[in-house]
């Protein structure tokens, strides 16, 4: 599966050298990735590199809306009617009217006054994160949080202080500890753990922020379109009302490409008009809007395709003796990276693309295969994946 590695220039400078030696180093660890080719088609079927057609159990697009008929189709008539690109920012000539709906949507979906829409989940996050906090203020945030709220965090230059994974009493011990001596102060969780599959305890660190005049912020990324009916963590925690700050991505179930905040409507317009990364980037291509659009409209009223994935992770977490999932994801530890990476080639040649997750991506020593579902898995596949782990030895 792996490229060969091209043959580079002979030349002797500086920055070759470092790429090289850096590349050389990662190879050594199995820590360099590559790309490949992947021709994605409905049912989850998909080829990797012009091979035979593999079901992928690895994807993020967990209604199968990417390639649904009716979500195509609005991309295509919002290029036609808006274009190809956006040309300019949103806040120059780059917005159009079916922005506005998308906001309204996602507002409406989330049960917040307004939402703003980004180019995409990172650019939300190094976008929000420094548009509420700065220096002087303080930001606690579980260990696990997703590698681009690391990056709204740095950028901020607030205060960090992390609890350990979705430990609320140690967080509250944080915030006893140190609260008062700063003057704004955001917890920052994901909704839902995306190498995990896990769910944020939202309900008692919304409670535990509003007892500290903190403001929580939940990652939805995985959440949206997977749980709560399709509305997200809040709604699955029971948290409803006490996440003020709910962000995610339009490129996950959605299917589409994309972030958002959704929150009131005054704090909506503060990002719309101080977050850098929602002013000084080109607006999203039409299509990207006009398919997040239709696709939340099938969320919105199909709840059975909504539930679908989440009751396929249940059936094969338990044919393998796994802990129950909250989610659709479900991830086998395996252990060293190159125990992953041999476990998910010999699901390749099986005829099942899992993706083996490494380091940095998830903690040393636990590189693991990570199984997500999608409503568009065929009853069928679902079983002989099953069976295929058995045989492989593939379980708890
Ligand atoms: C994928 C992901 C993002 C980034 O979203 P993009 O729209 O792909 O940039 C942010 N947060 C989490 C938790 C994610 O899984």
Redesign the pocket.
């Known amino acids: 599966m792996q490229q060969s590695q091209k043959t580079s220039p002979n030349t002797a400078d500086s920055l070759t050298d470092f790429a090289l030696s850096k590349l050389a180093s990662l190879e050594e660890k199995n820590q360099r990735r590559y790309l490949v080719d992947t021709k994605r088609e409905q049912a989850m079927t998909m080829s990797v590199d012009g091979g035979p057609p593999l079901i992928s159990f690895t994807d ?1 697009d967990y209604l199968g809306l990417s390639t649904h008929p009716d979500v195509v189709a609005a991309a295509k008539a919002a290029a036609d009617e808006y274009g190809a690109g956006a040309g300019a920012s949103r806040l120059v000539t780059g917005n159009h009217s079916l922005y506005r709906k998308l906001e309204e949507k996602i507002a409406t979906i989330k049960g917040t006054e307004d939402a703003a829409v980004f180019g ?6 190094v976008g929000i994160i420094p548009t509420l906090v700065g220096p002087g203020d303080l930001i606690i945030a579980d260990e696990l ?5 690391h990056a709204g965090m740095t950028l901020s230059r607030a205060d960090v202080k992390f609890f350990k994974h979705n430990d609320v009493a140690h967080a509250a011990e944080l915030l006893s500890d140190h609260r008062k001596k700063f003057g704004k102060c955001l917890i920052l969780v ?5 190498m995990d599959g896990d769910i944020a305890p939202l309900k008692a660190l919304g409670l535990l922020a509003k007892d500290h005049d903190a403001w929580l912020m939940s ?4 959440a949206l379109g997977t749980i709560g009916g399709g509305s997200g963590s809040a709604k699955e925690t029971g948290a409803e009302g006490l996440v003020p700050l709910q ?6 179930a959605v299917g589409s ?3 958002y905040l959704a929150a009131a409507k005054p704090v909506v317009d503060l990002i719309k008009t101080r977050a850098r990364s929602f002013i000084y980037t080109t607006g999203l291509p039409p299509a990207a809007v006009g398919a997040a659009l239709k696709a939340l409209e099938l969320i919105e009223s199909d709840a059975e395709m909504v539930a679908r994935p989440l009751k396929l992770a249940q059936k094969f977490a338990y044919a393998l003796g796994l802990p129950a999932p909250e989610t659709p994801i479900v991830p086998l530890i395996i252990g060293t990276e190159t125990e992953a990476l041999a476990a998910s080639d010999t699901l390749a040649k099986a005829g099942f693309k899992v993706i083996a997750f490494r380091p940095p991506t998830v903690p040393e020593g636990t590189s693991r295969l990570r199984f997500s579902f999608s409503a568009t898995h065929r009853d069928a596949d679902v079983s002989r994946l099953i069976e295929t782990c058995k045989t492989l030895g593939l379980r708890a």
């Open positions: 993020n995409s989940g990172y650019l939300a996050n949080v997703h590698t681009c709220i994901d909704g839902v753990y995306s990652d939805d990324a995985h962000m995610g991505t339009l490129s996950k490409y994309g972030g």
